[in-house]
């Protein structure tokens, strides 16, 4: 497997089954092929029920097989678009995250419910769980502010676990993270869960334990994530991507008077 597909898999292991690696075992042998293959031929292939083909890809962190689908055929194109020495290009490996970040935002099937979330809630807070993050959040509370919506900005940690005393059922909490960790937080986040405020994530495509404790998931497709240190070195791009789409379709769901 490649090594971005084997960090996912590692990332995701104590969530799989046995039967999970027996069919990610399979999936290895041949990966190349199953961006062509139908939910059915892979089940098949494994002897498996398609119901468990997608639970093993929800464990995984994809909201299902075509998302996993999508990610490997992603995969496969980087590979094509190598250069001699064996890295790909900058320009392609980033319109390729674009256009799979694109394609997941329109393909969230809660945005309806998310706009009405953020028109309706009492006070809006946005968390960034590194600096690079929290440049991001901030662009966004900016473009929301001009459209007479107030995002409440959380600076970091300390502030976080203050704030949480507050937040109830009418508030929003949107999260952002590139790893998708929540090993520093988590006690927080679930202090934030059992007291019923809604959770927005975005977070890198496959990296999605953060996901499990929201109740909406945003992802955003970045292949240019250093599997060592897990930092990526395309400026967020994709995670700027992400919010402004975010932005920009709650403007409109406003200008509809929905």
């Known amino acids: 497997m490649g090594s971005s597909f084997d960090r996912i898999v590692n990332q995701s292991f104590r969530n799989l089954t046995d039967i999970d690696i027996q069919i990610l075992q399979q999936i290895a042998d041949d990966l190349g092929a199953i961006p062509d293959m139908s939910i059915g031929e892979l089940a098949e292939r494994c002897n498996v029920s398609t119901a468990t083909i997608v639970r093993m890809t929800r464990h995984l962190g994809f909201d299902g097989y075509s998302d996993f689908k999508y990610y490997l055929r992603h995969e496969s194109r980087l590979g094509r678009g190598r250069q001699k020495d064996g890295t790909p290009t900058a320009a392609r490996t980033l319109a390729e995250d674009i256009t799979q970040t694109i394609r997941l935002f329109e393909r ?38 001009m459209i007479g919506r107030d995002v409440v900005m959380i600076p970091a940690t300390g502030e976080l676990r203050l704030v949480r005393q507050f937040l109830g059922r009418g508030d929003l909490l949107i999260i952002a993270s590139l790893s998708g960790c929540v090993d520093r937080y988590r006690d927080v986040f679930q202090a934030i869960s059992v007291c019923g405020t809604p959770i927005v994530s975005i977070t890198n495509l496959g990296n999605n334990e953060l996901a499990s ?46």
Do not use: P
């Open 108 to 145: 969230t099937n809660q945005l309806d419910e998310l706009y009405a979330r953020m028109a309706g809630a009492r006070k809006v807070y946005a968390f960034g769980t590194g600096y690079g993050q929290r440049l991001m959040l901030e662009d966004f509370c900016r473009c929301m502010q």
């Open 213 to 258: 404790y929201t109740a909406y998931s945003l992802y955003f497709q970045n292949g240019n994530i250093f599997d060592d240190i897990n930092m990526s070195s395309s400026s967020f791009v994709t995670m700027h991507v992400v919010l402004h789409l975010l932005f920009e379709g709650f403007k409109a769901w406003v200008e509809r008077g929905e």
